[in-house]
């Protein structure tokens, strides 16, 4: 895993289930299948391999390896690797696609201004 | 127009190289090519602000890039991808195996009417399977404003059954750099979830258009436009 972590790091496993809305002020990395919200304003949220994410993210960095469904909201940055999924619109200061990567919805590269505006 | 592209499908289904066509080599090898239909294209997204452009090839950071460098929004969808879905094969009236243009269209460009300024095609409607090729561009044409254009590209006989796919990415006013696509073989998720192994080996020319067949393709558009390439390629520039 390479993703860009900014402190502590909480970990929800491949064989973990959540259904409701996260939000917190450490770095996350879901293995595992999340649906309703995250929100981690100033950390960042990884989506490992096996990852199944059907959520609004709001994050600092958004990194994604598995399936993510849902719009995106990253002050910083997002990274699509080879084997991401997305479906969802994505907002954000920068972006990184790996070749392979699947995204389908719209992508809003915002100013620093505007995305510290989208994260009120 | 039906029997003539069906006889072309059968003509090249089968017949294209198996998988050590697709070498890693060949896939990674990145050409570049000069588009003229591209570079009418960039003269408008480089004079008008806040376009909405919406990119159906494979997802290129390039052409993201590009585009929010300049101000106007892109989306993103890779539909031959998409028509990959086994839950879209099923069978018509004859029995005959073809995808469910309707499930896919459920699934795929749902985008508000008159929406986008620019849709780019690439060679989208030459490996799209047959049986979604008209209902997709009769859905183009009622997500693009009126006056919007879209860029396709379409093969020539000239090409062979087995030219590769490729993604582009825009790399210039009037340059892409092409990249082979190779499917993968391994299972993965689709767009809608499922885990599935890919419904051919990779994506196959499906027919040739000659050019009344581009021409009643797009019958329901205000103009067309053809730019003949020295690569067996006819660059088409349509105006919504």
């Not at chain 1, 990253?74 to 990274?79: L, T």
């Amino acid at each position: 895993m390479s993703a860009p972590l900014t402190g502590e790091l909480a970990q929800i496993g491949k064989s973990v289930v959540i259904k409701g809305d996260l939000s917190g002020s450490e770095d996350l990395y879901v293995d595992g299948q999340v649906e309703g919200s995250i929100s981690l304003k100033t950390n960042s949220l990884t989506v490992g391999p096996n990852g199944q994410v059907k959520a609004s993210v709001e994050a600092k960095g958004v990194v994604v390896q598995g399936k993510l469904e849902g719009n995106v909201a990253a002050s910083d940055r997002v990274e699509l690797r080879k084997s991401a999924v997305v479906t969802g619109d994505i907002s954000t200061q920068r972006i990184s696609i790996e070749e392979g990567a699947y995204l389908k919805g719209k992508i809003d590269i915002q100013g620093k201004a505007e995305a510290k505006t989208a994260q009120k | 127009m039906a029997s003539v592209t069906q006889n072309f499908m059968k003509l090249f289904r089968g017949s294209s190289g198996g998988p050590e066509a697709n070498s890693p080599a060949q896939a990674s090898q990145k050409l570049t090519r000069r588009s003229s239909g591209l570079g009418e294209l960039a003269r408008t997204w480089d004079t008008e602000k806040s376009l909405c452009v919406l990119d159906l090839g494979s997802t290129s950071a390039p052409n993201i890039r590009h585009f929010t460098a300049r101000g106007h929004r892109i989306y993103s969808e890779d539909l031959l991808t998409a028509s990959t879905e086994p839950g879209l094969v099923t069978k018509d009236e004859q029995g005959n195996v073809v995808l469910d243009s309707r499930k896919f269209l459920a699934d795929n460009l749902m985008y508000p009417a008159a929406h986008f300024d620019i849709v780019l095609c690439w060679n989208l409607p030459d490996y799209l399977d047959e049986s979604l090729v008209r209902p997709v561009v009769g859905r183009l044409w009622s997500v693009m404003k009126p006056g919007g254009m879209l860029l396709a590209f379409f093969h020539t006989r000239d090409a062979g059954p087995d030219s590769p796919c490729y993604r582009f990415h825009i790399v210039g006013s009037d340059t892409l750099e092409m990249q082979r696509i190779v499917l993968r073989k391994e299972a993965r998720r689709g767009p809608t979830g499922a885990v599935h192994t890919a419904i051919t080996d990779g994506f196959q020319l499906q027919r040739v258009f000659n050019n009344r067949h581009i021409e009643n393709l797009f019958r329901d558009f205000a103009s067309i436009k053809f730019f003949l390439a020295r690569d067996n390629v006819r660059e088409v520039l349509v105006v919504r």
